[in-house]
């Protein structure tokens, strides 16, 4: 299987059963699932399918999960994505390993034009 090389920040469209979006994802190498905000599960119509436990740095919360087809450039992929508030976040999609492996690399050169930390802001 060929893996498609991507930027950090990719368009991403997002069909849930009411309405198909595009927004702006970030791809999170750290991030074991792919999350959407709660907000754009809402507009796009995507039920719950179940809740998963999610560890960060702020402690363990149980998020609902949502089944969801993304399509990052040309490749749609179907997945359950969990569900947080990512409302005061730049980036309302964060797209995990779930997604990334084996089916992405990462090139942070075709979103970035250095290595700066100040860059990614």
């Known amino acids: 299987m ?13 069909q849930g059963k009411k309405k198909r979006i595009e927004t702006l994802g970030k791809f999170d190498t750290g ?13 796009i119509g995507a ?10 740095v702020h402690g363990t919360t149980v998020r609902p999960l949502v089944n969801v087809l ?21 980036y309302k999609v964060l797209i995990g390993r779930d997604i990334i492996f084996q089916n992405f690399i990462i090139d ?3 979103t970035h034009n250095s290595p700066e930390l100040g860059d990614l802001k």
């Not at 719950?48 to 436990?53: A, N, P």
């Open 2 to 14: 060929r893996k498609i090389s991507v930027g950090l920040i990719e368009p991403v469209k997002i």
């Open 47 to 56: 039920e719950q399918v179940g809740s998963t436990s999610t560890t960060n």
């Open 31 to 43: 991030a074991r699932r792919t999350s959407i905000d709660k907000n754009l599960v809402s507009i």
């Open 108 to 110: 942070i050169s075709k």
């Open 70 to 90: 993304l399509e990052i450039k040309g490749k749609k992929i179907k997945i359950q994505a969990n569900v947080a508030d990512r409302g005061s976040r730049k």
